[in-house]
């Protein structure tokens, strides 16, 4: 039976969460969120948005929906603000596979070249979970908050389409790595069909031996297989 992720995307419609350095965090989640589902269906897995367009998506409403998509494990994407650094993820007080996901998430984020804030817990005034999505959904649930949108530095990690990509698809590593599915690399020079029935490849060059390095490095990061290679 297919795994399922449900995945919430923080804010969004009349509320746009942080704000600064030209970025609307509702924005940033729904790009990294788009990007973290694609990597997890090109697995197999079965996911659930709680909105897939700018539009009002209030809490109550994403637990609501989580729950009755009955996933195995349950993500909340947001970015920070405070002026901080790195990301970090909240998992329940319970530990568990919550924590477990929270620690995974982390270690492939730092791959991409993020500073870590370390898995977390946050207990509200009654001493359970602070987060309602953590402490309402049934599934094993984390928090994450990618970046601090009002660092001029930290919001480097995902000021491009591709860095949110990016970003998305090393949440989605750590998601695969919590459900014990194997990751599958793509090909960076992967072949297509098409109209005219003959195949194609792409492929990117640099003239430096240190350039076509640092270009293989980045397409890793964005998930593809690359490989250096001289002529």
Do not use: W
């Amino acid at each position: 039976m297919a795994k399922k992720v449900f995945i919430g995307v923080g804010h969004g419609g009349s509320d746009p969460g942080a704000v600064a350095n030209g970025f609307e965090e509702a924005d940033l989640n729904l790009a990294i969120a788009l990007a973290c589902r694609e990597e997890l269906e090109r697995h197999g897995v079965l996911t659930l948005m709680s909105r897939t367009k700018d539009e009002n998506d209030p809490l109550t409403e994403e637990i609501k929906e989580c729950n009755a998509f009955a996933p195995d494990l349950a993500i909340d994407v947001h970015n920070n603000a405070g002026g901080g650094d790195g990301i970090e993820v909240f998992h329940s007080i319970n530990g568990g596979i919550g924590k477990a996901l929270a620690n995974n998430i982390i270690t492939e984020v730092k791959k991409i070249g993020q500073n870590s804030r370390g898995a977390k817990t946050r207990k509200n005034s009654s001493g359970k979970d602070y987060f309602g999505f953590i402490r309402q959904t049934n599934a094993p649930a984390v928090l994450i908050e990618c970046a601090f949108v009002d660092n001029k530095t930290d919001i480097q990690i995902i000021d491009t389409k591709a860095e949110q990509k990016a970003m998305g698809v090393a949440i989605a590593k750590g998601v695969l790595t919590t459900l014990g599915i194997a990751y599958k690399a793509q090909e960076a020079t992967g072949k297509a069909e098409n109209t005219d029935g003959k195949y194609y490849r792409a492929q990117a060059f640099a003239g430096s031996k240190e350039g076509a390095e640092e270009m293989a490095k980045k397409l890793k990061e964005a998930g593809f297989d690359a490989f250096v290679s001289h002529y």
